[in-house]
């Protein structure tokens, strides 16, 4: 017991976390790696930690309670965190433990001085860095001392900080043990913080280094501004001196203690350029050696660098794979699809099995490659109007890069230039049979699929899915269908540009397309009003449902009166739409049919807001507006010159946006039914699999790729590891934001609008469906939790069509995510709803409760007083 309690540092290495925390396997770790100096040391192990703990089992009643309090329930955790560290601290250390540190004391020197740190074995990790959450103290002298401020530092484990940190990210208490470092205490000339890629652009080919005099804490703790250097290639690229007022040294009675520094030497640099660069190298052999971008803490003795910790850095968005050492550029799908979130392995595999283009996954979310693109004469026009028009942040961000020297290299002219991004359509005829025959082709595709995979399984049912996939990309990609929409989108961005052209009119396409046929999203946010019409004049079902609680629900209601007709109507909703859910391009995020409790608070906020015939008189009311426009618009271009020619060509193009742009929702609700035909089999399929003892539970598929569970079901057998691992991943993704467009360099570009015709303080964004609107913000980031008030305007993230039935309630909309034809912005006009999209920092820069003003003609979001 005794021998594991303490282990001298160069006895440890990275692989031995469980024992000395993840500081201490970093230490022993860095130990390893040739010219790298560590100031020599030894860890208290967590066996003595668990050992304290044992001492006092009234611990375990208080980490129950800590573990149902709320994360936000600050003063609780406040108390009863205190108590634990009370209780700790107090326990005696037991003799033979003692002894065993003072001997390892002995060995170094007792009475030099030393640094007492934390190492909890849920710190330092790839995924998740807990840096700061636990305590270290500096510059403690004498075996009494030392053992005092270990006792300190298994207490930090439960600081309030580090209790809230834990409880933020789902990490069990009891799983986290505490092991403690004694290091010699180095007192250096200058100390910092070396990240070998860039904390602010995350680009790894680009080391920053922070640097102040005297000890590290002034610089980590906020007490001075460092000096701040770039390095790339060998070189120094940037470099801003700070004004350093103060510095931290080791106090002679032990402690530190803050020192005012000469005024003459404030403004000099702590290193030179040459040590610098040279702490960069060792920086990258640091790196290097732990097969990640690290955060490192470095002092300076006697010109030589010593190192006191390294971890990982777990901000940085993943790269994804290339194959190759060339320069490439990415641009994010989720922005694309207004899904932004990670998906699970299975959700990208079938999103990549589905796709015509090849994508690259990263931080569980896939991108296009579009280096070639940007590289050819021939294609880069196209790409970047596009993707310009769609989202000008993107278009900006690949602007940026194509402006710098040298990152594409160009690829010689092929000719005159090729069809725009997503390919330009053959001419088609405005025929709404067109749509209504699509439309019966797809259906009845899905109903073929239904029919012929019910009695499959094993090996069979995914031969079946795999060559499913194949008709559904052919419905999915059909040139007719491609034809319907582009056209439509064609036609909506002529009418904007003539219009305003002829009659200064902007963004008249918005009330045009308003109520338009065959949009299958916007009728089913219309149609739950209906649902709720079925339900709001039984009020027993009306108090049933607001205490709702599982799934089992609909098969209670038919026991109250009214009962039936409202389990009826819910359940008929549920056959034409119960296959859509948030983020509904995975797979594997669970449906409306299989959770319809997430319906409810949708439902009864439709019952408080609206009388009865809301759903009805909205879709006649929008098309009123629309027809009302249209004449407008065609009589008042009759009255310019030439206005009979301008007339026909407009009702023209609204006869074809109003025919068509409906469908521009129907391939992606195609898509999602036959995904959910898919799901429903895969889940029978897994039961199957958890009852012969092959998976643990039937959602370990969600963790695989298609061709993974394809082996599965062929061998009967899993990689139970690989799934533990991918499910940590998935948990680590969670925490990242991804980029619009990211480099292989690992840097991420940001866009910007460019424009100076805002007000000042105003949030800039798209404009994707006109008008001006003024009302209270509800900033929203889960559906299930809206609590929305007739006139509110929706502040969130990004809206895929799952969230079409809260815009049925709102007056206007604000996202962070969005396009000029994402499914936001089509049913905002549908409804019209002025919204701006693609305001970035929106739901953080928006108080909920708020009163804005929603410029959706103009494209920006103003605050109001």
């Known amino acids: 017991m005794i021998e594991q309690s303490v282990l001298g540092l160069h006895e440890v290495d990275e692989m031995q976390v469980a024992v000395v925390g993840g500081k201490g396997a970093h230490l022993g770790g860095l130990s390893r790696i040739d010219g790298v100096r560590v ?31 709320n994360p936000d329930d600050r003063e609780a955790i406040r108390t009863l965190s205190a108590e634990i560290r009370r209780t700790l601290e107090a326990i005696a250390i037991p ?28 710190e330092d990790l790839p995924t998740a860095s807990f840096a700061g959450q636990q305590d270290t103290y500096l510059n403690v002298v004498g075996p009494a001392a030392i053992l005092q401020h270990v006792s300190r530092c298994w207490a930090s484990l439960f600081t309030e ?6 409880q933020r990210r789902g990490v069990d208490h009891r799983t986290v043990s505490m092991a403690v470092i004694v290091q010699q205490m180095v007192f250096p000339q200058a100390a910092g913080i070396l990240f070998t890629a860039d904390p602010v652009t995350s680009n790894r080919r680009v080391a920053s280094v922070e640097a102040s005099f005297g000890l590290g804490d002034a610089l980590v703790s906020g007490l001075v501004n460092g000096d701040v250097y770039k390095v790339r290639d060998g070189e120094v690229v940037a470099k801003a001196v700070g004004t350093k007022q103060l510095a931290i040294h080791a106090s002679p009675a032990g402690g530190t203690q803050e020192q005012a520094i000469d005024p003459d030497l404030q403004d000099q640099p702590a290193l030179t350029d040459a040590q610098v660069v040279r702490l960069a190298q060792l920086g ?6 732990f097969g990640r971008p690290q955060d490192i803490e470095w002092c300076l003795v006697d010109d030589g ?69 940007l590289a050819s004469p021939a294609s880069r026009a196209g790409l970047l109007d596009a993707l310009g ?95 319907v929409f582009m056209s439509a989108m064609e036609a909506a961005w002529w009418l904007n540009d003539q219009l305003q052209a002829w009659l200064g009119e902007k963004n008249a396409a918005d009330t045009l397309t308003q109520s338009v046929p065959h949009n299958v999203t916007s009728q089913m946010g219309l149609a739950l009003l209906d649902v709720a019409d079925m339900i709001r004049p039984h009020p027993d079902v009306v108090a049933f449902l607001h205490h709702v609680e599982d799934e089992g629900f609909l098969d209670e209601l038919a026991k109250l009166s009214g009962g039936r007709e409202a389990r009826d109507a819910i359940e008929a909703w549920l056959e034409k739409y119960g296959m859509r859910c948030v983020g509904e391009i995975d797979i594997t995020r669970p449906r409306w049919s299989e959770r319809p409790s997430t319906l409810v608070p949708l439902i009864l906020g439709n019952i408080k807001n609206f009388e009865p015939g809301a759903g009805a008189r909205r879709f006649a009311q929008g098309r009123q507006e629309a027809w009302a426009k249209e004449q407008d618009v065609l009589e008042r271009l009759r009255a310019l010159p030439g206005g009979e020619r301008k007339s026909e060509e407009a009702k023209r193009m609204i006869d074809r946006v109003r025919t068509f742009i409906g469908y521009r929702e129907y391939p992606k609700y195609g898509m999602v039914s036959r995904y959910f035909v898919y799901k429903q089999a895969l889940l029978k399929e897994a039961e199957r699999l958890v009852q012969a003892h092959v998976l643990g539970e039937k959602e370990d598929i969600f963790y695989l790729s298609f061709p993974e569970l394809h082996d599965v079901a062929r061998t009967s057998h899993v990689d139970g590891q690989l799934i533990c691992w991918r499910k940590d991943a998935f948990r680590s993704y969670q925490a990242l934001t991804p980029p619009r467009v990211l480099t292989s360099d690992g840097e991420v570009i940001t866009g910007a609008y460019r424009r100076d015709d805002v007000p000042t303080g105003a949030l800039v964004g798209l404009p994707v469906s006109a008008g001006v609107i003024e009302g209270r913000a509800r900033v929203i980031l889960d559906m299930a939790q809206a ?5 509110d305007i929706l502040v969130t993230a990004y809206t895929d069509p799952s969230w079409t039935p809260l815009f049925v309630a709102i007056t206007a909309l604000v996202t962070e995510v969005g396009g000029l034809m994402t499914h936001g912005a089509v049913i905002a006009r549908e409804y019209g709803l002025p919204a701006v999209v693609g305001v970035v920092d929106a739901t953080r820069l928006i108080p909920d409760g708020q009163r804005i003003r929603v410029h959706g003609t103009d494209g920006y979001v103003e605050i109001l007083p």
């Open 787 to 791: 609590d929305l008030e007739a006139g």
């Open 95 to 122: 003799g033979d433990l003692a002894a065993a540190i003072t001997r390892a004391l002995a060995q170094l020197g007792e009475q030099a001085a030393y640094a007492v740190r934390s190492s909890a074995t849920a």
């Open 39 to 69: 100031p020599a040391g030894f860890c208290v192990t967590t066996d003595a930690f668990r050992r304290i703990m044992a001492e006092a089992p009234s611990i375990d009643d208080r980490l129950d309670q800590l573990s149902r309090l």
């Open 161 to 166: 900080r580090a209790v809230t940190y834990r």
């Open 305 to 373: 660098f010593q190192i006191v910790q390294s971890r990982p850095i777990t901000t940085l968005f993943p790269i994804p794979e290339s194959g190759d050492r060339e320069n490439h550029v990415y641009v994010s799908v989720g922005h694309q699809q207004m899904m932004t979130d990670p998906m699970k392995p299975l959700g990208l595999s079938f999103w990549q099995m589905t796709t015509p283009a090849p994508m690259a996954e990263a931080g569980g979310r896939l991108f296009v490659d579009v280096t070639h693109r």
């Open 389 to 483: 028009r769609s989202d000008p942040l993107t278009g900006d961000a690949l602007q940026t890069i194509l402006e710098r020297d040298g990152f594409i290299r160009p690829l010689p002219d092929e000719g005159p230039p090729g069809p725009p991004f997503g390919g330009a359509p053959a001419p088609i005829e405005t025929d709404p049979a067109i749509v209504t025959e699509l439309i019966e082709r797809s259906q009845a595709s899905i109903a073929a699929a239904e029919r012929d995979i019910a009695t499959l399984s094993g090996q069979a049912l995914l031969d079946f899915i795999q060559a499913d996939i194949a008709e559904l990309k052919r419905i999915l990609f059909d040139p007719q269908s491609h034809q």
């Open 284 to 289: 990258r052999r640091i790196e290097a050696h």
